[in-house]
């Protein structure tokens, strides 16, 4: 691989190159026993419970981007789409869709970086895949991971059980991943002190469901933002939502961007933020978890599930007025004026 | 100017004071008072921050000719299109712009009288892109010396000042412009003449207002109509609404500016002296409205080797087939840009047209107040919820 500094067709062939690269970069960095093996397929152990399995793919531009790269988010994302069922993530897939003359060295920065990820997360990455396309038919890398995850006995959490009553929570600023990645896109980075809050969040929600075992559901609130998740919760449900616009945690970096750029950091991007919904009586705890946990110091309680109206996400504003937050439609442009 | 303080205008302690002011007045109003904004903006932050909850039972704010997307003539959307589909062409937009239905139809692939926009032109090969500004649409002129960039210049006072400080430091040689600002003080002109037009009060722009400055609007309080700058947060807004109430519970309309830290009343003196250097008023069709005089730009003499009608002149000579209605059939655009009508009063508004598939203009830009209306759910007037 040293040999090379640029992503090669033979990278993917099959070949002595594709070897080359699973050995020195994939399998050395991620270091894990199956991966070792070079087998077809990883035989791990099961610790027993429901398993939880979630895909996820990446294309985030740019590759590289404040507070964190193309692979954190890759194995964030599915850590976190595991752990918010409530299940314990315990190994990964890793593939990669490579184009042509992509930088080697970037390369291995993002497998260092998923390998850092995982540890963070305690995830093995245990089997993984490499596909290179012709320059010009990609666009520099694309990252799958898969996970699987198990679920203890007496788990279990998810949309059903959500109820009109139910108090809503996050643990901390909404919308920092969409304005960060945006601003750096746009230019503007250099000017901004925030950073993605890309991060696995398996630690978080078991100290979550740990303090509050009787939470209702939780989902991380990526693409679409909370103005998505919020919607999917009352998506021809017999109960409505309320957030409250004033109690919303949000980095005064997100605020202002956004208001100049005229766009609503409530459907903006969080790579690190869940919603979730608990019985009132378990709320506080879930709160105080959260507050001692590095991932949630700034949670809040945002909301609650309301009886009417039925199937719809609403906005209560600092002033007492009320509005429908929208489902997110396009990708947010900046208007004439 | 201050500096950036978007908190203090939010503020939930002087909006509740200024919403006690305008109930206090509004005790005094002999009738009922109907307030006009002309500007998208504003219909979209009262959306947003559900500002009509906070109104008396007599006193409406309503929305009129604010949405430079919507009332660009259909025309003009269609030899956008036409240039678009040109090989060797780029056509650059605002984002709002590109989902606008112009004349040309549609047909078989969605229900109802539907019309091509720059998406469906896209979508058919035309290489279409969004910009946010006209310096985008030059940087990409620079970057292609071999294709011809046409940059769709839509908007209102405050955006065509822009282009006319792009044009005036020698842009690219390969660049151009549709040429469909509008001027708004004529639209606010006629509307006091329209047929059941029933409005005592104006809300006047805050970003076009800091180009134009307010006296214009002089003739307006001279008809009994009370007047008010206005910026676009809460407090900016209702303060705006507060003064027109004092002006008519006092019985003297006048001009007033609340919108001072944006706002001059003579207006940008250097902005407006570089529009006049590049641009001329001229008549426009404002869609489905009028054909009002000197409520538009057009390039002048000196600055016509940009203009995309002149450089395409033979392209845009060669005839597509257009509906003869402007807007599409059931659409009441028109009225609802008057105020005439609400988006509730348009039988296809939330069914045929909805912001992922817009019928009408004013339901594709956030300036629009269709898409106001739908967004925030402005069509109930207070949303009522049931607790456990």
């Known amino acids: ?337 | 100017m201050g500096s950036f303080q978007p908190a203090l205008y939010k503020n939930p302690l002087l909006v509740s004071k200024l919403a006690a002011r305008i109930a206090e007045l509004a005790e005094k109003l002999e009738r009922p008072v109907k307030i006009m904004h002309i500007c998208g903006t504003h219909e979209h932050e009262i959306g947003r921050f559900g500002l009509r909850d906070l109104l008396p039972n007599n006193v409406e704010v309503l929305a009129g000719p604010g949405c430079p997307v919507c009332v660009c003539d259909s025309d003009l959307i269609d030899q956008a299109i036409q240039l678009a589909l040109t090989p060797g062409v780029i056509l650059c937009s605002f984002g709002d712009m590109l989902a606008v239905p112009g004349g040309i139809p549609l047909k078989g692939e969605r229900k109802g009288d539907v019309r091509m926009t720059l998406l469906d032109a896209k979508a058919r090969g035309a290489d279409v892109r969004a910009v946010y500004s006209v310096f985008d649409a030059a940087l990409i002129a620079r970057d292609n010396p071999d294709k011809d960039v046409v940059f769709f210049s839509v908007g209102f006072e405050t955006t065509v000042v822009a282009v006319a400080a792009l044009l005036r430091r020698q842009p690219p040689e390969n660049f151009f412009i549709i040429e469909a600002n509008y001027y708004t003080p004529p639209a606010t002109h006629l509307l006091p003449k329209l047929e059941g037009f029933n409005v005592q009060g104006f809300l006047l722009p805050g970003h076009a207002s800091a180009i134009t400055g307010i006296r214009i609007y002089e003739h307006l309080p001279e008809l009994g109509i009370a007047c008010a700058s206005s910026g676009f947060e809460p407090v900016d807004v209702l303060a705006g609404v507060a003064s027109c109430l004092r002006q008519l519970t006092e019985g003297k309309p006048l001009l007033e500016n609340v919108y001072g830290r944006v706002i001059q009343f003579e207006g940008n003196q250097k902005a407006l002296k570089e529009l006049d250097e590049v641009f001329e008023l001229t008549r426009m069709r404002w869609r489905g409205i009028a054909d009002i005089p000197a409520s538009g730009y057009k390039l002048r003499e000196a600055y016509q080797s940009f203009s995309a009608a002149k450089k395409f002149n033979a392209v845009l000579a060669n005839s597509v087939e257009k509906s003869v209605h402007e807007h599409p059939k059931g659409c009441r655009c028109a009225d609802i840009t008057l105020g005439l009508a609400k988006p509730s009063d348009c039988p296809v508004f939330g069914n045929l047209c909805t912001p992922d598939n817009p019928y009408g203009p004013c339901m594709v830009s956030h300036e629009g107040t269709c898409r106001a209306w739908y967004s925030y759910g402005m069509s109930q007037n207070h949303i009522e919820i049931e607790v456990v």
């Open chain 1, 1 to 337: 691989m040293a040999r090379y500094e640029h992503v090669r067709l033979s990278h993917g062939s099959g070949g002595k190159l594709t070897l080359e690269l699973i050995e020195e970069l994939f399998a050395k960095t991620f270091a894990s026993q199956p991966l070792q093996e070079l087998s077809d397929a990883a035989v791990v152990s099961n610790p027993g419970g429901r398993i939880a399995f979630a895909t996820d793919s990446h294309s985030v531009r740019p590759i590289f981007f404040p507070g964190g790269d193309i692979g954190r988010l890759a194995v964030a994302g599915t850590v976190n789409d595991l752990a918010v069922m409530g299940a314990k993530p315990l190994y990964l897939s890793c593939a990669f869709i490579l184009e042509e003359g992509f930088s080697l060295e970037q390369l291995a920065c993002v497998v260092r970086s998923m390998k850092a990820t995982a540890d963070e997360a305690g995830v093995e990455i245990v089997t993984g895949d490499t596909k290179v396309v012709e320059r010009g038919k990609g666009d520099g890398i694309f990252v799958n991971t898969s996970g699987i995850g198990f679920i203890s006995e007496g788990r279990d959490i998810g949309l059903h059980r959500v109820c009109a009553g139910d108090v809503l929570l996050t643990n901390g600023t909404l919308g920092d991943h969409g304005i960060a990645v945006m601003s750096q896109r746009e230019g503007f980075s250099m000017t901004l002190e925030l950073k993605s809050d890309v991060a696995p969040l398996n630690g978080l929600t078991e100290a979550i469901l740990a303090a509050a075992p009787n939470t209702h559901f939780m989902r991380d609130m990526t693409r679409g933002g909370l103005a998505a998740v919020a919607n999917e919760l009352v998506l021809r449900k017999p109960y409505g939502v309320r957030i409250f616009d004033a109690q919303i945690p949000m980095h005064h970096d997100v605020l202002e961007y956004s208001e100049m750029l005229g766009i609503d950091p409530l459907l903006s991007a969080n790579e690190g933020k869940i919603l979730l919904a608990v019985p009132k009586d378990e709320a506080e705890a879930a709160l105080t978890a959260m507050r001692a946990h590095p991932l949630g110091e700034k949670a809040a309680i945002i909301g609650d599930v309301i009886k009417k109206p039925e199937g719809m996400a609403l906005i209560e504003t600092a002033y007492g007025t009320r509005r429908i937050l929208e489902m997110p439609i396009e990708e947010q442009l900046p208007r004439i004026c």
